[in-house]
């Protein structure tokens, strides 16, 4: 909202980034422009159905290759393969790939999406580019999707509304397309993958964003920050600091001041110090969260500190309003403590930053 804010006073993309991280500079690379990442959809299930439509997919287990234009079906067994049913058939092995037509991996004139069951928060996701690797991890199935970042992953990132000023659009691909980059290399053994498709990293809903009747002008934004030729990404915009690329976080706005990267993680880092972030409470940003209140009970209190009865709080906060600690007092005098963030989670607070009255 800040960067909303910004922008509706006129402010430039690389304007708004300088801005929110502090000596970092906006420039052209052409390293890694059209590289592929790897983004985790799915894992924590034993099965999971993957549709086409409008086309054939094929599965690749081992040195076979099975066509299909139906689902498939794979599970994890019993004895630890990965198992893809393909009709009246099955297929095993430790791992397995799932490839569509008209994509980098198959030529066609057939402009095949695939539904993945489970994908996005237990609902289904829809992708059209990329394929799929479906592995194991911890004693589940692991279904990561393997696309081009700059032209088949940032398009369907869903951070913020496309019909946003298109500065404001393009600071946020900037933006998301460096921390998709800083995450490039070796895969996460926690996921086997480079980004999750949510908060943990960065919210991608591929195809049913990228295709949104509404979502033109963030696929505008995302072309306009980088330069291609043909079907090939040559260079990107991206932030960096002294050369290297930042770790650009962001969230979505602090009330009045952003918090640095020693208030919230405890380490300094340069160019994630605490800046003004009034703009995120201009008008013209129409921010919801611009202030708001939650009434807890004392029951909720007492249950959150552990304590018979709440008669009194102190709160104690860093130099940009971030609560470090919230103290709790009961009626006899017995105290508790917790951090902002415990307090935040216990209550279901809006953020880390709160007064209490």
Request: charge should be positive; include cysteine; glycine fraction near 10%.
């Amino acid at each position: 909202y800040g960067a909303r804010g910004m922008a509706t006073a006129g402010k430039s993309s690389t304007q708004i980034l300088q801005h929110y991280y502090t000596g970092a500079k906006v420039t052209t690379m052409s390293k890694n422009a059209d590289a592929s990442l790897k983004v985790q959809l799915l894992t924590g299930k034993k099965s999971v159905t993957v549709t086409p439509r409008s086309g054939r997919l094929r599965v690749k287990v081992g040195s076979k290759t099975i066509e299909s234009g139906s689902k498939v079906t794979i599970e994890r067994t019993s004895s630890g393969s990965v198992k893809a049913t393909v009709g009246s058939k099955s297929y095993s092995g430790s791992k397995l790939t799932l490839e569509w037509q008209s994509t980098r991996y198959w030529k066609s004139s057939s402009a095949t999406t695939v539904s993945v069951s489970g994908a996005q928060n237990g609902a289904t996701g829809t992708y059209r580019h990329g394929r799929l690797e479906i592995g194991q991890l911890k004693s589940s199935l692991n279904v990561i999707n393997v696309v081009g970042l700059n032209k088949e992953y940032l398009p369907g990132i869903a951070e913020m509304p496309a019909s946003w000023q298109s500065e404001v659009l393009r600071s946020q691909a900037i933006a998301s397309r460096t921390y998709a980059y800083r995450n490039l290399g070796a895969v996460k053994p926690a996921c086997g993958c480079n980004v999750y498709d949510e908060v943990a990293s960065q919210r991608f809903l591929g195809w049913t964003h990228e295709n949104a009747g509404d979502s033109g002008p963030w696929r505008k934004a995302v072309a306009a920050t980088q330069t291609t030729s043909g079907s090939t990404v040559r260079s990107a915009r991206l932030i960096t600091y002294k050369g290297g690329l930042i770790d650009a976080v962001y969230s979505s706005s602090a009330g009045s001041k952003t918090h640095s990267a020693a208030e919230v993680w405890g380490s300094a880092v340069p160019y994630l110090v605490s800046v003004d972030d009034s703009p995120s409470k201009y008008a013209s940003a129409q921010n919801p969260n611009a202030s708001w209140s939650v009434t807890a009970k004392q029951s909720d209190m007492a249950r959150a500190f552990g304590l018979a009865d709440v008669r009194s709080v102190a709160v104690a906060k860093t130099g940009s309003g971030l609560v470090k600690t919230v103290k709790a007092t009961s009626v006899k005098g017995k105290t508790a403590s917790l951090t902002g963030d415990q307090l935040r989670t216990k209550l279901k607070l809006k953020s880390a930053s709160f007064s209490v009255a």
